[in-house]
């Protein structure tokens, strides 16, 4: 059983700064990658950003220049640190853990950005 977790969600005014993590515990031989993804009522989940075991990461081009992910492997651990918030990056954060052929799911995390 693999128990995905995350937290450091909140309310923030517009141009803060949030730090996201995410913690994976329980029977994961590899993980291969880890990322976050934002939801808002309505729409689709969308990728923000994630980071594969070798460190290689990517990120959607409206979080580029102001996400920063970054990956702790002895912890099996995911951070996001996001600055300059932006109104438009209210959503429910999730945690995405990958070790194929499976995929984990936390609960999620409200980020709140008030302008």
């Known amino acids: 059983q693999v128990h995905v977790e995350e937290s450091g969600g909140g309310l923030v005014q517009a141009g803060g700064s949030l730090r996201l993590s995410c913690a994976a515990s329980g029977s994961i031989f590899s993980i291969n990658r880890m990322g976050w993804y934002r939801q808002v009522p309505g729409r689709q989940r969308e990728l923000v950003a994630f980071i594969i075991s070798g460190g290689r990461t990517n990120y959607a081009d409206s979080v580029k220049g102001r996400f920063t992910i970054s990956r702790d492997n002895a912890k099996n651990t995911v951070y996001l640190q996001m600055n300059s918030l932006k109104p438009e990056d209210t959503a429910v954060y999730y945690c995405?853990?990958?070790?194929?052929?499976?995929?984990?799911w936390g609960q999620g995390t409200q980020v709140t950005v008030s302008s």
């Open positions: 995405n853990v990958f070790a194929e052929p499976y995929s984990y």
